[in-house]
DNA sequence: TATTAAATAGGAATTATTATTATTTAGAAG
DNA sequence: CTTCTAAATAATAATAATTCCTATTTAATA
């Protein structure tokens, strides 16, 4: 654990603003003034692989430190980005109430992440070779 | 309806692979080779504004020409995305069920567009007032 | 402490997208 | 069917976001 990348994490688990990997730049350097833009990048890349951090998939990409599943709420006026606690999404999603705590939803956008049908038989596959 | 929009929108509804704008240049080329790789981003956009397409949150952002409502699913090794139906989407985050037609889930990111408290009562006082 | 593999700094390069502007065109009006 | 005009386009420059490259530095451990 580098200095670069505990400046990183706590700056990350301090802001709940969901910055984007600039404003983690800004930030950090008024601690270590010389630190480069490719390494905050090239950490932020590798704390998401590692799970400790999240990406939001906005343009740009915006970062949150806290990786409790929960999802986001974006005003489609002020920008400003809420935390929805994950139960409160699936109700949301269930029943097509639109209004949730932090204002009111009007439209939403899914993605799903896994194997799909194919990759998973190509890895059983593969699995099964070995044995 | 310029022909170059016509171009753009027929391949988008011909085309279910989600294709990038890039793709899309590319194959409205082969029709109109003189086509202005900037013209095809402001078809897009409009398009996108109009509600005639619909865009991925990836990157580099995908474009879609099916608009009933739909989700994701994102193959993590072989890069395919799938569509859901938004029944399936519901049901999977409901009950927690990771498995759908086209795949395994192994994560999800929604993001939720709307108006938040404060831009909401900001929206009712400005009608308000003109009342 | 010396060693060394890994990480970083700084900047160049790349990718994706938007802006600019001169030219062209779709569609209205005659 | 022509003429006109505002809107759309082509070509390219510019910008934004991110990744790559490589010489230098550093954390960890022998």
Redesign the pocket.
């Known amino acids: ?5 505990k400046l990183v994490l706590d700056f990350l688990r301090r802001d709940t603003s969901h910055p ?3 404003a983690v730049w800004e930030n950090v350097k008024k601690q ?1 003034p ?10 932020l ?2 704390f998401q692989k590692e799970g400790v951090i999240r990406v939001l998939e906005t ?3 915006r970062f949150d430190g806290q990786i409790e599943p929960h999802q986001h709420f974006i005003c489609n006026n002020c920008g400003k980005i809420f935390d929805l606690k994950e139960e409160k999404v699936c109700r949301c999603l269930r029943d097509g109430s639109n209004m949730v705590s932090v204002g009111k939803v009007h439209s939403f956008n899914v993605n799903f992440y896994g194997l799909c049908q194919n990759c998973q038989t190509e890895s059983d596959d593969n699995l099964n070779n070995k044995l």
């Open positions: 654990m580098t200095n670069q990348k984007t990997a600039e270590l010389q630190i480069s833009r490719a390494t905050v990048y090239r950490i890349d590798n343009k740009p990409t």
